[in-house]
């Protein structure tokens, strides 16, 4: 196993030490009445809310470093499929919701992030001739994304863990793994680092858990609203702001690609940096 990463600091906000700013951002960003699907989530101090929305500064002053990274591991596949659901009723295993946000340092929330998740099947296999427990998916307009699959099963050598690849609009990508509290061979693994431990909570016979990634990249990318344009006929040049198709071609650099799910490109989502999005022809 190659350790690669021995930082122990967890800059989570959930410390006794009080409020970190982030914690505030989030509180005024499931505020936003335009956000349904954060409403009720939150579990944000009133007093955050009753001060009114926090303004969206450049400095980032809690110490939020950010997200470490881990090795990417041997069963990545590129190409998943565009889908925030890994896992249905009938699925084998204990129910499980990823859920939080993207910042980057500047503690703003980015929105179009792409987080491209993969991990082992309830018996702790992965899929590598198909995309069983891989997907990816974007954050939306406040930062926020949201994974169903299950718990992923044990196999020799590893603890508990979820992989994922996060990459702000034109920043780099993020490759690392995410952790389970209370498991025993967290103590063993040499991988595992706490710093990129989940808060999971049991809610019936399922888990929800929570974490905030945190991309290095110094300040949110302009906000992913491209004029949306019907793709090329018969193909043409990558343009941000097209709306593609699978199975429709671009050049780009001179190389053509193939579009394997239906997005909407933004700058930053170039076909050499997004594998998830565009195959090489
Ligand atoms: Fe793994």
């Given at each position: 196993m190659d350790a690669e990463n021995t930082r122990p600091e967890n800059a989570e906000e959930n410390g006794g030490g009080g409020i970190s700013?982030?914690?505030?951002?989030?509180?005024?960003?499931?505020?936003?009445?335009?956000?349904?699907?954060?409403?009720?989530?939150?579990?944000?101090?009133?007093?955050?809310?009753?001060?009114?929305p926090l303004p969206l500064t450049p400095a980032c002053d809690d110490g939020d470093a950010p997200t470490i990274e881990q090795i990417e591991g041997p069963y990545f596949k590129p190409g998943s499929p565009?889908?925030?659901s890994l896992a249905?009723?009938?699925?084998?295993?204990?129910?499980?919701t990823v859920s939080g946000y993207v910042f980057g340092r500047s503690c703003r929330p980015i929105a179009g992030a792409l987080l491209d998740f993969w991990q082992a099947d309830?018996?702790?296999?992965?899929?590598?001739?198909?995309?069983?427990?891989?997907?990816?998916?974007?954050?939306d307009?406040?930062?926020?994304?949201?994974?169903?699959?299950?718990v992923p099963g044990l196999y020799p050598g590893r603890t508990r863990h979820i992989h994922v690849k996060v990459q702000a609009p034109n920043g780099p990508v993020l490759t690392t793994q995410l952790y389970f509290p209370g498991e025993p061979r967290n103590n063993t693994d040499t991988i595992y680092n706490p710093a990129l431990l989940m808060t999971v909570r049991t809610v019936g016979s399922g888990r929800e858990a929570t974490f905030d990634f945190v991309l290095n990249v110094a300040a949110p990318s302009p906000?992913?609203?491209?004029?949306?344009?019907?793709?090329?006929n018969g193909g043409g040049t990558w343009k941000?702001?097209?709306?593609?198709?699978?199975?429709?071609?671009?050049?780009?650099?001179?190389?053509?690609?193939?579009?394997?799910?239906?997005h909407t490109a933004?700058?930053?989502?170039?076909?050499?940096?997004?594998?998830?999005?565009?195959?090489?022809?």
């Amino acid at each position: 196993m190659d350790a690669e990463n021995t930082r122990p600091e967890n800059a989570e906000e959930n410390g006794g030490g009080g409020i970190s700013r982030k914690t505030l951002l989030k509180a005024a960003l499931v505020a936003v009445p335009a956000a349904p699907l954060l409403v009720g989530r939150a579990t944000a101090p009133a007093s955050a809310v009753t001060d009114g929305p926090l303004p969206l500064t450049p400095a980032c002053d809690d110490g939020d470093a950010p997200t470490i990274e881990q090795i990417e591991g041997p069963y990545f596949k590129p190409g998943s499929p565009l889908r925030t659901s890994l896992a249905g009723p009938g699925t084998p295993g204990v129910p499980l919701t990823v859920s939080g946000y993207v910042f980057g340092r500047s503690c703003r929330p980015i929105a179009g992030a792409l987080l491209d998740f993969w991990q082992a099947d309830n018996n702790g296999a992965y899929d590598n001739t198909g995309y069983t427990f891989r997907g990816h998916q974007f954050s939306d307009a406040q930062g926020a994304f949201r994974l169903t699959t299950i718990v992923p099963g044990l196999y020799p050598g590893r603890t508990r863990h979820i992989h994922v690849k996060v990459q702000a609009p034109n920043g780099p990508v993020l490759t690392t793994q995410l952790y389970f509290p209370g498991e025993p061979r967290n103590n063993t693994d040499t991988i595992y680092n706490p710093a990129l431990l989940m808060t999971v909570r049991t809610v019936g016979s399922g888990r929800e858990a929570t974490f905030d990634f945190v991309l290095n990249v110094a300040a949110p990318s302009p906000s992913p609203t491209p004029t949306i344009t019907p793709p090329p006929n018969g193909g043409g040049t990558w343009k941000a702001g097209t709306n593609y198709r699978a199975g429709d071609q671009v050049t780009y650099g001179d190389v053509t690609y193939r579009c394997i799910q239906a997005h909407t490109a933004y700058a930053g989502w170039e076909p050499p940096n997004v594998p998830a999005l565009w195959q090489r022809v």
